[in-house]
């Protein structure tokens, strides 16, 4: 996979994560879960864009380690959406828990390398 590649799959997942927000109800805790999960869902997008232009090979490593932490945030919050019932949407849920598991498994393997090289 091209760095264009995976800078597409991340802003398609921070679309899918904004939909399944919209799904969660308007109360104090779906509000809460809502502000969580477009945080942290919508950030690996765009630290993604900032580790292209690292300053060097630490940064960069940095960098994907922070899209990284967010997207693990991100699956442990669809996690607490699945189990509280917060949305009606499951075939949304379960596509953007299985996303956010494939790209987490895609991160921790170019951190790794990256630590390699």
Do not use: W
Request: glycine content about 4%.
């Amino acid at each position: 996979m091209n760095r264009f590649d995976l800078e597409e799959r991340l802003i398609k997942f921070a679309a899918l994560i904004i939909k399944l927000a919209e799904t969660l109800p308007n109360s104090p805790v779906g509000n809460h879960m809502k502000g969580q999960i477009v945080r942290s869902g919508t950030s690996p997008a765009l630290n993604y864009g900032e580790a292209q232009s690292a300053e060097s090979k630490k940064d960069f490593i940095h960098k994907m380690s922070v899209c990284l932490k967010e997207l693990r945030e991100t699956f442990v919050a669809l996690k607490i959406i699945k189990y509280s019932d917060l949305t009606k949407q499951m075939v949304l849920l379960e596509e953007c828990y299985n996303e956010n598991n494939e790209l987490i498994s895609i991160f921790v393997k170019s951190v790794e390398t990256a630590k390699k090289n």
